[in-house]
């Protein structure tokens, strides 16, 4: 997959067949339209384009980071992925001249595929029935994807990170269609863990939302093999250094020197909440039952 940072760095694609959106989280909702983006570009002899958008046009913590979204883009089979760059300039930028200026004049859509609940354009108030309006002006066709339900609740990223901020991490994953999880880089650490008998990878999350704190079960992606741990989330109370979040994951059965490097850690469930201890010892006792269960 071609990545390109910045749509005015654009060449000329053969037959593009475009797809908007931030696309956090990849849920269900965006895998259905993504595979229908490749299937009907090979129909068609085009190219399937993403057009997403870093950072997150609203603010928030992304549940997937900007380089995850890309893997997973390349993993579905799509061609070329345009990052646009979401400054404070382009937050100016209006619905109508978003069309104009970057969609048609740089990319010369084939077609083009949006979510029902899609919006663009300054403040957002551009609207999957402007892009109708304009694609009869400019003979390009669209096809916009009704909004995805599950028992009748909407799937949305707004919805998924609000379920893994609540630490409602199975409803979460069954919207996802993957269980939870977050990409994160080792960093040093102060070795608390490893002066308690249970080293830990320290991770630094890639701006992606994580579950509240407390203690859980996961299993860990690293260099395409997948090992089982567990992974605490806190500010390590019983240590008195509760001025700040850590994520610390202790793999089992894993003796290497993993700094610097990328992992992802899925939670599979929590084992239980985040506690202050009365000594070292008192904790590490509870380390040891955490990982019997």
Do not use: W
């Amino acid at each position: 997959m071609k990545v390109i940072s910045g749509i005015g760095r654009v060449k000329k694609i053969e037959r593009p067949v475009v797809v908007l959106g931030v696309f956090d989280g990849l849920h269900r909702g965006h895998i259905r339209i993504l595979k229908e983006l490749t299937r009907y570009a090979k129909q068609v002899k085009g190219k399937s384009v993403v057009i997403t958008f870093s950072p997150h046009p609203q603010g928030e913590l992304h549940l997937y980071s900007l380089g995850r979204r890309i893997r997973l883009f390349e993993k579905i089979g799509i061609d070329i992925c345009v990052v646009i760059r979401f400054t404070p300039s382009f937050a100016r930028v209006s619905a109508s001249e978003f069309i104009d200026n970057y969609l048609i004049k740089k990319i010369h859509p084939y077609s083009i595929f949006v979510g029902k609940n899609f919006t663009f354009g300054k403040g957002g108030r551009g609207k999957p029935s402007l892009l109708k309006k304009y694609a009869k002006r400019y003979n390009v066709k669209l096809k916009i994807f009704p909004i995805c339900k599950i028992k009748g609740k909407s799937i949305s990223s707004t919805y998924i990170r609000r379920l893994i901020l609540t630490g409602q991490l199975s409803e979460a994953a069954r919207f996802l269609g993957r269980p939870v999880s977050i990409l994160g880089t080792v960093v040093k650490g102060s070795n608390l863990a490893r002066y308690l008998g249970f080293p830990t990878a320290n991770i630094k999350a890639h701006h992606e939302v994580s579950p509240p704190a407390g203690v859980y079960m996961v299993r860990v992606n690293l260099d395409n093999k997948t090992f089982n741990g567990i992974c605490y989330i806190g500010s390590r109370p019983t240590f008195k250094t509760h001025n700040a979040k850590h994520i610390e994951v202790h793999i089992f059965r894993f003796n290497k020197n993993i700094y610097a490097r990328d992992l992802e850690i899925q939670f599979i469930k929590k084992i239980r909440e985040e506690r202050k201890f009365k000594s070292a010892r008192q904790l590490t006792e509870q380390i040891k039952k955490d990982i019997s269960l």
